[in-house]
DNA sequence: CTTGAAATCTTCTAATC
DNA sequence: GATTAGAAGATTTCAAG
């Protein structure tokens, strides 16, 4: 289901592009990688089809949407059964206030990343939502007092193929 | 600079969409939500100008590119003075493994979010590029089992305005 | 905010390598 | 099989009301 996909220079180079901002047209993209636009858009639809590229996503400033405090929630849940987490799993990602969840080794089974207003809606939520659940065994809390966004993401050098694609 | 803007339905409601599927188009976009194309673009642009909307972005699978392995690293950057944590956010950035980056409060400085091949490319990383730093007090590896993005986001419901906008 | 027209972009077809 | 150029169809964008 996810292996590993062959990629030439002209992929890896639209992807690059694409990264950087995804609203590039095919024109401007066909111009700069030295191809013809349709040649583009067919890269691109195999791309899609072959699962490489999962989708277009608006990002958003949650501060300027009135959510300017940002936390992230170390949750053990206990027992950690199938059929406690899996409605675990669920709930959180349905909570308006959650932006990612992450099933992770180590003592502490989950890692959520929440926008919340302010310190009393963090508080609220992590009580409502987190420490008076039954599962819920322990939670940390800590701020977020910055956020990176890295560079584009590119297979290892190790994996670019020489030249051609099957 | 990060101040909460006003936003009305409208405004929400194309967020919405947007968020669900970057690519929508304005025609569709302003059927679903009942006002003229032109609208839609002013409105995006809008957004935009305002900094709500920071960026189009591709999502890609990095299981795809090669990069099978997600792992979190938990850094203690010390002594944590300004004129050591600008290059170590700078170098940590521009490593090809990371994906993002979070300064922190408690204990660990810093959260960084990794992807990599597999285990062997994971310990050469921790290695070379935490480890064995001066800076780098501590790192503390989890692995990523699954990873979940939760719904759009969208602001408190205390913070939607009545009906107008200024 | 809307309409409607102009400019641009996407997408398809047929032909080529 | 992949790519191209060019045409046809959509979409975006702008000007005017």
Redesign the pocket.
């Known amino acids: 289901m996810s292996e590993s996909v062959v990629l030439d220079t002209?992929d890896l180079h639209i992807l690059r592009l694409l990264q950087n901002d995804a609203r590039t047209?095919?024109?401007?993209i066909a111009a700069e990688v030295g191809?013809?636009?349709?040649?583009c858009?067919?890269?691109v639809a195999r791309l899609r089809r072959s699962g490489v590229i999962l989708g277009h996503q608006l990002r958003l400033d949650p501060a300027k949407l009135g959510r300017g405090l940002q936390a992230l929630l170390s949750v053990q849940v206990r027992p950690h059964r199938r059929e406690l987490i899996k409605p675990f799993v669920e709930r959180i990602r349905g909570l308006p206030e959650s932006r990612s969840l992450f099933h992770l080794t180590g003592p502490d089974d989950y890692l959520v990343l929440v926008a919340v207003a302010d310190t009393a809606d963090l508080q609220r939520l992590v009580v409502d939502e987190f420490t008076s659940r039954p599962e819920v065994a322990r939670v940390e809390t800590r701020l977020v007092f910055q956020q990176w966004d890295c560079g584009p993401l590119m297979p290892p050098s190790s994996a670019i193929p020489p030249a051609t694609r099957s």
């Open positions: 002209v047209t095919y024109r401007e191809v013809a636009a349709s040649t858009l067919d890269r």
